[in-house]
């Protein structure tokens, strides 16, 4: 999922009456297919150039049509801010981990 909004960016389109050909042509990306593979999402990620060249066309800024992170789902990865992170080096000194038994091996 990339971070641009591909839903503004079709109703700023609409809004100045372009075809996806016309803001192609506008943002000098070569083709409608272009356009459209961006604006459906089926390319999620732009480079700055063309995100640049994409507002340019729609006449707004690149910031405009960036998805705000309360639009965007959260990473699997993120760590809260409360998340007492790398606090622990010892697995066993985090608050509410079971303590791990000795157990003997049937070689020993």
Do not use: C
Not at 44 to 55: G, Q, Y
Not at 94 to 107: A, H, I, S
Request: charged share 30%; proline share 7%; net charge positive.
């Amino acid at each position: 999922m990339g971070l641009l909004d591909t839903e503004k960016m079709k109703a700023l389109r609409e809004k100045l009456g372009l075809s996806q050909d016309d803001a192609a042509k506008r943002a000098e990306l070569g083709s409608r297919q272009a356009w459209y593979n961006i604006e459906s999402g089926t390319q999620p990620n732009v480079t700055l150039a063309t995100l640049e060249k994409i507002a340019a066309a729609l006449k707004t800024t690149p910031k405009n049509l960036l998805k705000h992170s309360r639009d965007r789902p959260s990473s699997p990865l993120r760590v809260s801010r409360s998340s007492p992170r790398g606090r622990w080096a010892d697995p066993e000194q985090r608050p509410g981990t079971p303590k791990l038994q000795n157990f003997q091996t049937d070689t020993e």
